[in-house]
């Protein structure tokens, strides 16, 4: 039987969120750079607050994802749920990492130190612990059904630290601003506007990574089955 030497076209709605991920992200600068007012004690490093907040958004999305998938796994043993999982692990982290690099920048100008243990920081280096434990512990190897559920449960355990982020600031009374809130000063008109169009766009951009992460899973888990089946097979003729 000759092989299927067809190529397979990207699906159309990936193609037109990914142009409109692009269009996004064009306005977004224009909105950032241009339309959204310049902070008046912090200058131009203020800037980094339009990637530094969605960023973390877009993690608690990636978090939340993975923990949702990671619960199913466990409740259903389907591997779908699993490759959900991974893919919304390795989306939250992807994100932490830029959380964590944008962060001690804008800190280094507003505190003069680049890291403070606020409850908030702390917090939030926390969860990365977790999804690092989570993506060690799925790289050793292939990752049996063992690895799997263990790792499951690391990803469910970030469920109760997400929220304990979110509201750390309120309930111990961190150094962290909260500039969105009337209480924490208020923002702009304008840079609630470019503010808002940041939240869309990494929305956008940690959906289409998820979706995008989850097909290379699956993928890999057809490749490795398929490959064991091989291996059983010519064990079976040599026998």
């Known amino acids: 039987m000759a092989a299927d030497t067809t190529r397979r076209s990207p699906s159309l709605p990936g193609l037109v969120l990914t142009g ?28 980094i607050f339009y990637f530094h907040v969605p960023s973390a958004y877009a ?44 962060g ?7 505190w003069g130190v680049y890291w403070t243990w606020d409850p908030r920081l702390t917090t939030t280096l926390l969860v990365g612990m977790i999804g690092l434990a989570y993506l060690s512990l799925r ?21 109760p630290v997400i929220p304990l982020i979110h509201y750390s600031v309120q309930r111990w009374r961190g150094t962290h601003p909260t ?27 940690a959906s289409l990574l998820v979706a995008a992460r989850y097909r290379v899973e ?8 398929l490959m064991h089946r091989a291996l059983e097979r010519g064990l079976g003729e040599n026998s």
Not at 21 to 42: G, K, N, Q, T
Not at 76 to 81: C, E, Q, T, V
Not at 104 to 110: E, N, V
Request: positive net charge; glycine residues 12%; contains cysteine.
């Open 139 to 159: 790289s050793f190897g292939e990752a049996g059904e063992t690895e799997k559920r263990f790792a499951s449960g690391l990803s469910i355990v970030s469920i």
């Open 20 to 47: 409109l991920a692009a269009a996004l992200l064009v306005v977004c600068l224009y909105l950032i750079f241009f339309y959204a007012p310049v902070e008046r004690r912090m200058g131009i490093v203020q800037k």
């Open 59 to 102: 993690m608690y999305v990636g978090f939340g994802i993975g923990a949702f998938g990671s619960i199913r796994y466990l409740a259903s043993r389907d591997p779908r749920w699993d490759a959900l999982g991974v893919a919304g692990v390795e989306t939250g982290m992807a994100f932490f990492t830029i959380v964590l690099t944008t």
């Open 218 to 225: 699956r993928n890999r888990e057809r490749a490795v089955e």
């Open 179 to 205: 500039v969105i809130t009337s209480s924490g000063g208020g923002l702009d008109a304008r840079m609630g506007v470019a503010l808002g169009m940041s939240f869309l766009l990494f929305t956008l951009i």
């Open 104 to 110: 001690p920048l804008w800190a280094r100008k507003a």
